[in-house]
């Protein structure tokens, strides 16, 4: 089972802060993804990435940045957080461009005072 | 991006009875259809997927079904126990230029023993 790891597990941060969550992946998958899940909304991708210093636009990408620094490690940077960005953060990995399923860590739970 | 519709968004179930939950897509290009189980404080993780060369997979006792025409797909899990009792997501997924996966707002289902 591929792993995908992730943290922190939890954080709290005030208006304005700087957050940023990271996860890493140790399977030499090529794409890294990072999803928030909100109730009613289901998981939506944020920022994407196929390998080191790619990043592709998600589809709620507003607020936020994200860095892939190696084929491992991948970043999501809230610069200036906001309220609306609580939620819980899903980092996950998949092997390559042919329909591979995901892996998916356990999950940041960001509140945002 | 691709927009995908699960319903139901809540079901609730007798033990032993079987239990469908229905998606539908956009994008006639999507050709991958993966189905995630994310139970309480957990990740998701991959039950069972299909792709667009089928129309029918089963895996004991979870049924998937594509209607590459109507572009539809569903899950019926089959004899559901209190250990169904999970959110499960539907997806949506095509490899042409980066790969990119939309995911449903979810099913939450319970199982009443």
């Known amino acids: 089972e591929a792993a995908v790891t992730q943290s922190p597990r939890n954080k709290v941060t005030v208006t304005g802060g700087n957050v940023t969550l990271s996860c890493r992946q140790t399977n030499s998958h090529n794409y890294m993804y990072w999803y928030r899940q909100d109730t009613g909304h289901g998981l939506r991708l944020i920022h994407y990435s196929y390998g080191a210093g790619n990043l592709q636009i998600g589809d709620v990408p507003d607020g936020y940045k994200a860095t892939r620094t190696t084929q491992e490690d991948f970043f999501l940077l809230l610069e200036l957080a906001s309220p609306s960005q609580t939620s819980l953060y899903f980092c996950?990995?998949?092997?390559?461009?042919?329909?591979?399923?995901?892996?998916f860590g356990h999950g940041t739970k960001l509140s945002v005072l | 991006g691709e927009q995908v519709e699960q319903l139901p968004s809540i079901l609730r179930v007798q033990e032993g009875s079987s239990a469908s939950i229905n998606c539908s897509y956009e994008d006639s290009a999507s050709n991958y259809f993966p189905w995630y189980k994310q139970e309480p404080g957990e990740n998701p993780k991959l039950i069972i997927d299909?792709?667009?060369?089928?129309e029918r997979k089963q895996i004991q006792e979870l049924i998937v079904l594509l209607d590459k025409k109507a572009k539809r797909f569903s899950l019926h899990i089959t004899d559901t126990q209190p250990g169904d009792s999970a959110m499960y997501f539907c997806a949506a997924s095509r490899n042409t230029g980066y790969q990119n996966f939309y995911f449903g707002k979810g099913t939450s289902l319970t199982v009443i023993p």
């Open positions: 299909i792709r667009s060369n089928m």
């Open positions: 996950a990995s998949s092997r390559d461009r042919d329909n591979e399923r995901l892996f």
